[in-house]
């Protein structure tokens, strides 16, 4: 049976490490740092993840402004929030969740964020800098970030060992591959074109699967011993349950926790990490603010 990596008590360590360093902050400095949320559109998921972002902003003694915007408001619109945003001294952070809808181009809105205020990492330029050896971005994603810290809290060592990610899109499977590189890992990213999947994932000593298919990865598919990191949040119907649905993840859990040296289940695996990384991010936004030396 594997070790279970128990992301809500990690993240809740991390969070409690940055209550305090927030609270230090607002007595050095008489400022709070503060994070903008912007949320288009009524994507019931979207609109959980934001909430639980602004409530987490409370607990750790940062201030949130959220905006919600409806489906229809223009990329003109948007951008103009953004630049809004972004002249705004007490917002040190802008993140604005994904997905937008269709007749907005993502690209250009998270363009229109500046460096400095990137908390989730998205703007183009601090992607490339991922990826490019001897650059660090501004800031780092939050997910791709809460899966590297879950493996060095778990003492899971990167370097030299092979990676293999499940999926390459911008928020998690890109970025994370590139960090994993960053880190010294041998990674191979497969995506829906990958021929004899199985065969590839066999070679990981960690696998990190981000494709959003609902138990996809199957215990055959995994060495003995590989570290598995669950990113998947996906909703099954499940008639035991009043609500009717539970949240699982793209890992077939209690089949792979069999053959897995270790494992992060879902809920209570990536999820609060993501969290935990987006406040970190938010007080580093905070600090370079109120630095002035830091240069981008
Ligand atoms: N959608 C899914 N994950 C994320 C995230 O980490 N940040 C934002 N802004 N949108 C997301």
Redesign the pocket.
Same mark, same amino acid.
């Not at 993140?95 to 997905?99: E, F, S």
């Given at each position: 049976m594997a070790h279970i990596i128990d992301g809500a008590a990690i993240a809740a360590a991390i969070r409690e490490e940055i209550r305090l360093e927030v609270a230090r902050f607002k007595a050095d400095h008489g400022v709070t740092p503060g994070l903008a949320t912007v949320l288009i559109g009524d994507n019931p998921?979207?609109a959980t993840?934001v909430r639980n972002k602004r409530k987490a902003c409370e607990e750790v003694g940062l201030a949130s402004f959220g905006y919600e915007l409806p489906a229809t408001i223009t990329q003109d619109a948007v951008i103009a929030l953004v630049n809004e945003l972004a002249a705004r001294p007490e917002v040190h952070g802008i993140?604005?969740?994904?997905?937008l809808p269709a007749h907005i181009d993502d690209q250009a809105v998270l363009a229109a964020i500046p460096l400095d205020k990137d908390v989730?990492g998205?703007h183009p330029s601090n992607i490339g800098r991922l990826g490019l050896k001897g650059r660090t971005p501004a800031f780092a994603?939050? +997910?791709p970030k809460g899966c590297i810290e879950l493996l060095d809290r778990s003492g899971i060592a990167i370097a030299g060992r092979r990676a293999v990610v499940l999926g390459r899109s911008a928020?998690?499977g890109l970025p994370v591959a590139l960090m994993l590189l960053a880190r010294d890992a041998t990674v191979t990213v497969c995506h829906s074109k990958t021929t004899d999947l199985p065969a590839v994932t066999r070679e990981a000593d960690i696998l990190i699967a981000a494709i959003g298919k609902a138990h996809f990865v199957t215990a055959d598919m995994v060495k003995p011993g590989c570290t598995v990191i669950d990113v998947g949040i996906n909703r099954i119907s499940d008639p035991t349950r009043k609500s009717g649905s539970r949240l699982v993840g793209d890992v077939d859990f209690d089949a792979v926790s069999q053959v897995a040296g270790a494992i992060t289940p879902v809920p209570g695996g990536v999820g609060p990490m +993501?969290i935990a990384m987006?406040m970190q991010n938010t007080l580093l936004a905070a600090q370079r603010a109120v630095a002035h030396s830091f240069t981008l």
């Open positions: 998921a979207s993840y993140l604005v969740q994904l997905p989730d998205f994603p939050c +997910t928020i998690v +993501t987006l």
